[in-house]
């Protein structure tokens, strides 16, 4: 198993800021996926995290606007950028099982309000 | 984009009752997994069926899969209050790496 760690929990921020989301996993991992969850909506995946590489975006989001960090194989940081409040969203980070590398882990989600 | 459709999107229940949630998919897969979801914060991992699986048991979850229909369903039994929560199908496609694509969810709703 692995413990998810995802700071801040919720934000109120203001339209063209930043903010920066953490996330430290209780293990080392290979991967690290980042979500984004619209209100009222599913999961959409933003991009994959791997130690050492640049992040894989999915269609549909770019490096301008999400820049990810992956410094090493327990932490990740996504930030989103020059918001506005299309931005309003739970944003979440995940983990691969360490043992199984099936099954996704997830942090508690990072509820994000754009003014 | 989403792979996974899922119905209903909302379902209301009295505890005792049994809750049946669909899901259904596009591609070919190498599993199916089923995530639950409180209040939109963290999703928790409840149950994983592999493309060669036609059912499997968890608890009270029952899950199938029918990879003829593209479709998979999940049976909450004997359901209580503390089920109440949105649940999630995802698939983790074949020929990719171990990323995940999840369906629009289900808020099954529990009534004491």
């Known amino acids: 198993s692995a413990v998810i760690s995802q700071k801040p929990s919720r934000d109120i921020c203001q339209r063209g800021t930043s903010l920066t989301i953490q996330c430290q996993v209780d293990?080392?991992?290979?991967?690290m996926f980042w979500y984004r969850q619209q209100p009222g909506q599913s999961l959409t995946l933003i991009a994959t995290a791997n130690q050492g590489s640049e992040a894989t975006y999915e269609s549909g989001f770019v490096i301008d606007k999400f820049p990810i960090s992956r410094p090493n194989l327990t932490f990740s940081t996504l930030t989103v950028s020059n918001m506005s409040p299309e931005d309003s969203s739970i944003y979440l980070c995940?983990?691969?099982?360490?043992?199984?590398?099936?099954?996704?882990?997830f942090g508690s989600g990072t509820q994000l309000s754009v003014l | 984009s989403q792979q996974g459709e899922e119905d209903p999107q909302a379902l209301s229940i009295q505890e005792g009752e049994n809750a049946t949630m669909n899901c259904s998919y596009k591609?070919?897969?190498?599993?199916l997994q089923w995530y639950r979801q409180n209040s939109g914060r963290g999703l928790v991992h409840l149950i994983l069926i592999r493309s060669n699986e036609r059912e499997k048991h968890s608890g009270r979850l029952r899950v199938t899969l029918d990879t003829s229909k593209k479709s998979s369903s999940l049976l909450i039994t004997a359901s209580r209050a503390a089920d109440t929560a949105s649940y999630f199908c995802?698939?983790?496609?074949?020929?990719?790496?171990?990323?995940?694509?999840f369906g629009a969810g289900t808020r099954l709703a529990v009534h004491p």
């Open positions: 995802a698939t983790a496609l074949s020929g990719g790496y171990n990323k995940l694509i």
């Open positions: 293990s080392q991992v290979t991967m």
């Open positions: 995940s983990v691969e099982d360490p043992g199984a590398n099936e099954k996704l882990f």
């Open positions: 591609t070919s897969i190498n599993n």
